[in-house]
């Protein structure tokens, strides 16, 4: 069965950096979509991003321009390069792997951004 585990958060400061990774296994990686979402203390869960197997890529308004999805199908890996944190994207990331029969989640990392 699939499982997913993310790794790569932890406490920046505002306009700093972060990069997530998500390990897949169990699968066929380049059969399914991935994404990324997030939750933040007393907020429902947002999604952020997402990339096809092909590779196109999509984003929330609120990270466009400063976040960056990408995989690598040979590692099946997702990747999600942040840039320009701000403490609005404090949160709980989870990585999920989608296809039509159905989709899985990866456990979260915390990404903090305080001073």
């Known amino acids: 069965q699939v499982q997913l585990v993310e790794s790569g958060g932890g406490l920046v400061q505002p306009g700093g950096s972060l990069r997530l990774s998500c390990t897949f296994s169990?699968?066929?990686?380049?059969?399914?979509?991935m994404g990324w979402y997030r939750r933040a203390p007393g907020n429902q869960r947002e999604w952020v991003a997402a990339?096809?197997?092909?590779?196109?890529?999509s984003y929330a308004d609120s990270v466009k321009g400063r976040f960056a999805i990408s995989r690598d199908n040979a590692k099946n890996t997702v990747y999600l390069q942040m840039n320009s944190l701000s403490p609005e994207d404090t949160a709980v990331y989870y990585c999920?792997?989608?296809?039509?029969?159905?989709?899985?989640w990866g456990q979260g990392t915390q990404v903090t951004v305080s001073l």
């Open positions: 999920n792997a989608r296809k039509p029969t159905g989709e899985y």
């Open positions: 169990g699968s066929r990686f380049s059969m399914y979509v």
């Open positions: 990339i096809t197997g092909a590779g196109t890529t």
